[in-house]
């Protein structure tokens, strides 16, 4: 499986039926691909966000996100230190933490 297949995987189990977006946010990792989350639609829906536009994209490495699902970096952290970039709507922005939380693996 694909690095992108499996982070749609993650976000499709942290989102469920109904993340409360109320919105869309594309998870954009540059070269490596994107991930767009549709909360707009019901039940939300997690897919390949190539050449797809989004109410609110978050720009970060896949090292970003890997350690944000670890638990090593907070995701507000992460925004203050400049290793995630938002355009568009910032209320969407800060219902990522919660999102990642839910996506983590569970700890031991």
Same mark, same amino acid.
């Given at each position: 499986?694909?690095?992108?297949?499996?982070?749609?995987?993650?976000?499709?189990?942290?989102?469920?039926?109904?993340?409360?977006?109320?919105?869309?946010?594309?998870?954009?990792?540059?070269?490596?691909?994107?991930?767009?989350?549709?909360?707009? %639609?019901?039940?939300? #829906?997690? /897919?390949?966000?190539?050449? +797809? $536009? @989004?109410?609110?994209?978050?720009?970060?490495?896949?090292?970003?996100?890997?350690?944000?699902?670890?638990?090593?970096?907070?995701?507000?952290?992460?925004?203050?230190?400049?290793?995630?970039?938002?355009?568009?709507?910032? %209320?969407?922005?800060? #219902?990522? /933490?919660?999102?990642?939380? +839910? $996506? @983590?693996?569970?700890?031991?």
């Amino acid at each position: 499986m694909g690095t992108m297949q499996k982070i749609i995987g993650e976000m499709a189990d942290a989102v469920g039926s109904d993340a409360g977006l109320d919105g869309s946010l594309k998870l954009d990792f540059g070269d490596e691909g994107s991930v767009l989350i549709d909360g707009k %639609s019901v039940p939300n #829906k997690v /897919a390949d966000g190539a050449g +797809r $536009a @989004a109410d609110c994209t978050i720009a970060m490495s896949l090292d970003t996100y890997g350690r944000m699902l670890a638990r090593e970096l907070d995701p507000t952290l992460a925004y203050m230190e400049g290793k995630l970039r938002v355009r568009g709507d910032m %209320s969407i922005a800060m #219902k990522l /933490a919660p999102l990642i939380q +839910r $996506a @983590a693996p569970t700890r031991p």
